[in-house]
């Protein structure tokens, strides 16, 4: 029965990562019709409709009173501000520098993991971390041509650091909310405190909305629906059954998914150092997510 859970959970982090990394050529497309603001607040808006009529559907209703703390936090920092902030930031800076400041943002989660979650910090996790970390550096360096490529102002820089504390901050405080509620109630009610506090932004939903192409407008309805509906949730079912740090680990698959992605369906062509970034990438989660044959005996490694 564990060994189930255990490949249902690793099998929804798989689901995320790939929806995560899909996310790429969508926010290209409509992040050129709307403002980062009004482009977080559509996404949301349109997950908060999925995600609450599933809820519905399903009878689940409110989570547990000690849930909601959790909950407002996540949903703030990483359904609000790290939306908004990051859009805001790659208008700002190369996406190869947007890609190497944001994944700061697994190391800190398994930093403020250990320091608020008394999560331990294995050495095979550390060192996974290590080779993705410099998996991402590289991937970056090639997105955004090196010294002389792409550009990268102070602003956008401060907001990309601003982007994954925001990213760290939410899921260790969404951690301790999935003990008192299932992952859909957690992503719904964190999805639709997100979309309260990017409400100001209507205005410029409701404008930009009005002249944006309809290529646009279904590419931020599909960051709604499946980067954000679909993906938090498998996301959120399978941090219950893992700890904060591993799971921020996976996410360093997402630079070497863009990568493959952007190759098929934007026709951009890799370059070697882009690819060599990509299989660090995948070759550091895999060391960050393996057991230690002494654990594997004993049976006290994690679920996921």
């Known amino acids: ?50 995600l609450g009529t599933v809820l519905l559907i399903r009878r689940e209703g409110l989570p547990q009173r000690a849930a909601w703390p959790g909950i407002a936090v996540s949903g703030l920092l990483w359904f609000g501000v790290y939306m908004v902030v990051l859009n805001w930031g790659e208008q700002e800076v190369d996406a190869g520098t947007a890609a190497m400041v944001v994944n700061i943002g697994p190391i800190l989660i ?59 901050g939410g899921v260790v405080a969404q951690k301790p909310a999935l003990a008192h509620g299932s992952a859909l109630q957690v992503t719904t009610f964190g999805c639709l405190v997100g979309a309260v506090a990017c409400l100001p932004f209507a205005g410029q939903l409701v404008e930009e909305a009005a002249r944006a192409p309809l290529s646009a407008t279904l590419n931020m309805v599909y960051l709604g629906v499946f980067p954000t509906a679909l993906a938090f949730t498998t996301w959120a079912y399978a941090l219950a059954r893992t700890t904060a740090g591993r799971m921020g680990a996976t996410t360093y698959a997402v630079p070497a998914l863009v990568v493959l ?32 044959r002494t654990s594997a005996a004993s049976g006290t490694a994690e679920s996921t």
């Open 110 to 168: 398994a930093l403020l993991g250990a320091r608020f979650l008394k999560e331990s910090l294995p050495p095979r996790l550390l060192a996974g971390m290590a080779v993705s970390f410099a998996g991402a550096v590289a991937v970056g360096l090639s997105m955004s041509g090196g010294s002389s490529g792409g550009h990268a102002s102070v602003l956008g820089v401060l907001l990309c650091l601003l982007a994954a504390a925001a990213y760290a």
């Open 1 to 50: 029965m564990q060994k189930q859970s255990s490949r249902l959970a690793f099998a929804a982090a798989g689901v995320t990562v790939v929806l995560w990394a899909s996310a790429f050529v969508s926010i290209r497309s409509a992040g050129e019709a709307y403002s980062p603001g009004a482009l977080a607040l559509g996404r949301l808006l349109a997950g908060v409709l999925v």
């Open 261 to 292: 992605m952007a190759w098929l369906f934007l026709g951009e062509l890799p370059a070697l150092l882009t690819l060599a970034g990509g299989a660090l990438c995948l070759a550091g989660v895999a060391v960050s997510r393996s057991r230690s």
